[in-house]
């Protein structure tokens, strides 16, 4: 069953699909399907993961660099059961 993700950029909703085979996760995805190049931001998220002590701080960083980006409301679609 395909995986979707459901965001905004630029206050314009978006849908696509995702996959691990392609991305390592969905920030990763979303990036790729507007043409960002996230080449530096990994970078300095590494740099973040060494010096901070707690996971939460990469995590604040990643959510608001992709703010700052023009995503907002990214996130996995979820299925309806019947």
Same mark, same amino acid.
């Given at each position: 069953?395909?995986?979707?993700?459901?965001?905004?950029?630029?206050?314009?909703?978006?849908?696509?699909?995702?996959?691990?085979?392609?991305? %390592?996760?969905?920030?990763? !995805?979303?990036?790729?399907?507007?043409? @960002?190049?996230?080449? +530096?931001?990994?970078?300095?998220?590494?740099?973040?993961?060494?010096?901070?002590?707690?996971?939460?701080?990469?995590?604040?960083? %990643?959510?608001?660099?992709? !703010?700052?980006?023009?995503?907002?409301? @990214?996130?996995?679609? +979820?299925?309806?059961?019947?």
């Amino acid at each position: 069953m395909a995986r979707q993700i459901s965001y905004s950029f630029n206050k314009q909703r978006k849908v696509i699909n995702f996959s691990y085979d392609k991305h %390592r996760d969905m920030y990763e !995805a979303v990036a790729a399907a507007e043409g @960002i190049d996230l080449t +530096r931001f990994l970078a300095m998220e590494q740099q973040v993961a060494m010096t901070a002590k707690r996971g939460a701080a990469v995590k604040n960083y %990643r959510q608001q660099e992709f !703010a700052r980006m023009g995503f907002a409301d @990214i996130a996995f679609v +979820r299925e309806q059961k019947a």
